[in-house]
């Protein structure tokens, strides 16, 4: 194929300019220099040769043979255009035809009318496709190699083509081999005549060269004998290694290397950027960290308030047990089996749970406000060095903290309160008071029986015994009444200031979950840093693949460079 090493190179400038785009399109990197027509063309433009020469010189039956296929069209046109594309680049119109021909590949073959046969537009409009080919080709057949118009337009059209022509001899298989060279000595006085310089000249046998061609294969034998072998050798090479075509390389190079410098830029922007903004988001989490551990460190204060709810509860727990110590409560314990300790102890709990969970949802609000007064303060800094969005203060989210920290407070007092035994005290006190009273209540119970005994068995109407008997019961009776109140009076002092004092001890049970749930409550900030660590965790994503293919496509197109 002609210019295969070319297209090649071309082909994989391309795919490499094609990759630069996308990830230029994926990082937000403005590619404008890839996307100029001039760009396309130099990556998409077909290797165009042009024929000129007399009618019957040829030209059809020699473009004809170096694609294997018949171009010949029956449309009368001056210039007929073969090639693989779609859409055509020139526009069609009474001298021009375009014909789509899959066969030709990379090529676009460019026919004319004889020479004679064109009239001043046809021939104005052939000088005006010159400039955009890659070769022309002045085709004169072996039978008239002086054709006068062709040689006048030659001369006519030097300027336009430059070094990017060559003459070629046609149909020398209709002469004898002793009159080649014969043609070749004229031809190159003829050229020296015309343009100043001998032309490359190409000795070819259309006739030979379609015959070579097959369904199958390409017979290399009759390929070279027509000339049409050392023909595409040499017009490959000057394809290939002309300065249109390298400058037309090096204008899509240029343009790939500018943008793969931009996206380098870019991408050690954005580099650049996530580390900064990861530093921002670390000296902010560390400065949440300090003020959660500022709060730890001052939990004695607020540990203080919840464990002085046990003693706030002392006289409302101290009329309950008072209740349940009284003389008719006195009396049922004594002939059931009692259960004060237990009452007095749920109620104890109950009434201080209560109270420490409003406490703890002061301080809880307390420390929202905290939150709040916080992050309002860091936003608008943390906002203006950062480029994602950050949210305002998740009220909601903290006002879910503070639900959760009253209610674990509560239960954690709640089990601080069992902890700390306060029914064993109590209970062992009513106890012991109870067994007292009960064996003073035997005693009166014993001495009242003995009297009914004794009167009932005396005959004496006058006998002072069981009045002397039920005296001293009765004496009993008001002694009982006393150490009652005495002992009970005792007991609710003794109850009252145990409460007292388990103010310190309930504070220190408390303080591990305490301070575990102040972290806790810290923990709230964390969803509004959450589309931060998702912008950062995504950009690292992208970052990381990103800058691997920009290196690779560097490499790559400084390969390519070194092929130029």
Known sequence: MLGAEYLETRKRLESITGQIRTLALRTDTPSDELETDS????LKSPFRILVCGEKESGKTAFLSSIVGQSLAVSEQKAIHVFGSNVLSTEQEDEVLGYHRVT???????????????????????????????????????????????????????RELVGMRHAII??????????????????????????????LPIHCVSATIAAAAWSQTYKDPKRWNISGYESFESILDKQISTSQEREQALRHAFNGAKIVIDRLEVRILSRARALRGDKHVLQAVEAEVERARETEVKNARENLNRLGSVVTEQVEHTVKYASKKNGMIGTLISLFTRGDGAVAVEKRLQELVSESASVRAREIAFSMLRQCEQHWNIMRPELQRKMAVNVVDFDARGFERKVDEFSTKMEHSTRHALVLLKLRRLLDRMMVARQQALKRILTLVLALVSAAGIIGYLSDDLHNELPFLILGIAGLLVLWMVWYGKKTKDALIDDYADTIVDARLHLAELIENDYIDEVR?????????????????????YDLEPNTKESHELFLKLKAKQQDF
């Not at 760009?39 to 130099?42: A, D, F, G, L, N």
């Not at 004169?140 to 040689?151: E, L």
């Not at 806790?520 to 950009?539: A, S």
């Open 39 to 42: 760009v396309r063309k130099s």
């Open 103 to 157: 066969e030709v590949g990379e090529l676009e073959l460019i026919d004319t009318r004889g020479i004679s046969e064109l009239n001043q537009q046809e021939l104005e409009r052939i000088k005006e496709l010159m400039p955009t080919c890659d070769y022309v080709l002045w085709i004169v057949s072996s039978g008239n190699p002086w054709a006068s118009k062709t040689w006048d337009f030659l001369t006519e059209a």
């Open 169 to 198: 001899l046609q149909q020398i298989d209709l002469r004898p081999a002793d009159d080649v060279p014969i043609l070749l000595d004229h031809l190159r006085s003829l050229s020296v005549q015309r343009v100043g310089h001998t």
């Open 520 to 540: 806790d409550f810290f923990n709230g900030y964390f969803p509004m840093f959450e589309n931060i660590r998702r912008y950062l965790v995504e950009g690292d």
